[in-house]
């Protein structure tokens, strides 16, 4: 049910950005910049999890469990960031793959056309 409403508020984000597309590449460039908002997104919210992981690691000398904490924090916070940087990575190797360099509205990718 949650997810539900999660993909419901992301299309009723998203679908101004379809709408509005006169042609494929501008659709194409529009989906590319949703892509690198929200990867950048995701990963400032992996650097500040990976800095609180290090505030906590430090701050708590004496205790073994908040220093527990604070690791776990800092492993999850690597881990986040490698996956947000592999997967911008991976994006952006498939759109210069696909069509030959970044998407941009009104240009980058020629569409068959039918002519007489």
């Known amino acids: 049910m949650k997810l539900r409403r999660i ?7 998203a679908a101004p950005l379809f709408v509005f597309s006169a042609d494929i590449s ?3 460039g529009n989906v590319e910049d949703l892509i690198n908002r929200a990867v950048g997104v995701l990963i400032a919210i992996a650097g500040l999890v990976f ?15 908040a220093r527990t904490t604070g690791r776990q924090f800092i492993i999850w916070g690597l ?3 490698t996956v947000m940087f592999a997967f911008w990575g991976l994006v952006n ?6 069509i030959g360099g970044p ?3 009104g ?10």
């Open 7 to 13: 993909l419901t508020a992301f299309v009723g984000l």
């Open 26 to 28: 501008t659709i194409i």
């Open 51 to 65: 800095l609180w992981g290090v505030f906590k690691f430090v701050s708590a000398a004496g205790d073994e469990k």
């Open 79 to 81: 881990i986040g960031l």
């Open 93 to 98: 190797v498939l759109i210069t793959f696909l």
């Open 103 to 105: 998407a941009q509205p």
């Open 107 to 116: 240009g980058g990718l020629t569409v068959p056309k039918v002519t007489r």
